[in-house]
């Protein structure tokens, strides 16, 4: 497998989520080009007006000077997904895909598993720059509509100002064209993400961003079945099921309302 020992975004929370919009494209001219419309008079003076029009030239300036910063940045990561070894070729191809599946509004389903085993040794970074190089001809090219599955296995995988950076780093049209993404069996850091934006996010948010315990909830959004998800995926989903289901029973003989129970999920594979 793919093994690296610095690892700039392992563990910790989840993907890159869209918490606003970033205001770039890589297929669009960056250059500087001066604004010569008239700015909008304010007042009749006519030094207000010159600063008025001074201002935003500058602003001008600043947003297309941000451009190219953001639009280099992307460039380097489809770069980097261009330039993988043979090996990470191989590894990542199982890891990251487009999938048979559809949403139940036609759009095309990317699923991101990195593996349970040595998951802490995947490089992050990498493996996401190898995703956006998938993505980019249907999404960015095509403009065309997405959404993502990422499986985590209850498992910390990024650490949140590595992927904050990583976001910073996509084009627009991944924002714009993305349906949702859905995280399965979220780490205990996305259930903390959700939990701190519940009283800020807007409604359009928790949209985008969804979580499922299971499977199956996924049936709601898109073709499970399309996504032909690992064995160790279902075998891990079926173990939350037991212990779900075992723990229910001992709480319930010891008198306790079993809805006020979260299921413990420790590691499976030292069951």
Known sequence: GVISTCNPMSDDTGPAQRLGEIGWSADVETSYVEDVSEPQVLSRSSSEVHSRGFCRHRCRARETGAESGDTRRYRDLIRLAAELSEEELADFSTWARWSKSK??????????????????????????????????????????????????????????????????????????????????????????????????????????????????????????????LPEEVLKYDRFLDDRSELLHHEVAAMGIPTGSVVPHTQDYREE
Request: aromatic letters at 14%; charged letters at 20%.
């Open 103 to 228: 949403t139940k509004l036609g759009a095309r389903v990317f699923v991101l598993v990195p593996p349970a085993e040595d998951a802490g040794h995947v490089d992050m970074w990498r493996l996401c720059a190898y995703a956006l190089g998938q993505m980019h001809e249907h999404v960015v090219l095509h403009n065309e509509s997405f959404a993502v599955v990422w499986v985590q296995l209850n498992d910390h995988r990024i650490w949140p100002w590595s992927a904050w950076r990583f976001r910073g780093c996509l084009h627009q049209r991944l924002f714009d064209k993305c349906e949702a993404v859905h995280v399965v069996h979220p780490s205990w850091g996305i259930h903390a993400l959700r939990l701190l934006l519940w009283p800020f996010a807007r409604d359009e948010y928790w949209d985008l961003f969804q979580a499922h315990e299971r499977i199956e909830f996924l049936d709601s959004y898109l073709d499970v079945r399309g996504l032909e």
